[in-house]
């Protein structure tokens, strides 16, 4: 499965953004999904993830109640809407399918990896 994320952008802090990674290939209801952020100078940290049928989801405690992550398998689609935007999430984003069905906050069970969208957000 290749993975292409798009939607990043410059948002004035508390405004919204979605996000979305599009899947090539035919497999992509087996894997549970996840999205990562990484900072400049920071460690690539969980930021949400979902289960392969997407009934579960899983967030990182510093985004939940504000982010919403959702896939559509019929549009090999994983998308992250982003509310409430604060300063500190900006990031370069990353989408990653799991070996597992997810949902998975632990990096190491991510084996494929899109190139990143950048979020910027301004106070």
């Known amino acids: 499965v290749q993975l292409q994320a798009s939607g990043g952008g410059l948002v004035q802090a508390g405004g919204s953004l979605r996000i979305t990674c599009a899947a090539s290939g035919r497999t992509f209801s087996r894997y549970g999904m996840g999205w990562f952020r990484q900072a400049p100078g920071k460690e690539r940290e969980f930021v949400a993830a979902?289960?392969?049928?997407?009934?579960?989801?899983l967030y990182a405690d510093s985004v939940k109640g504000r982010f919403t992550i959702s896939r559509d398998n019929a549009k090999n689609t994983v998308y992250l809407q982003m509310n409430s935007l604060k300063p500190e999430d900006t990031a370069v984003y990353y989408c990653a399918t799991d070996r597992y069905s997810g949902p998975n906050p632990t990096l190491n069970s991510y084996d494929n990896w899109g190139q990143g969208t950048q979020v910027t957000v301004s106070s």
């Open positions: 979902i289960s392969l049928s997407g009934a579960r989801t």
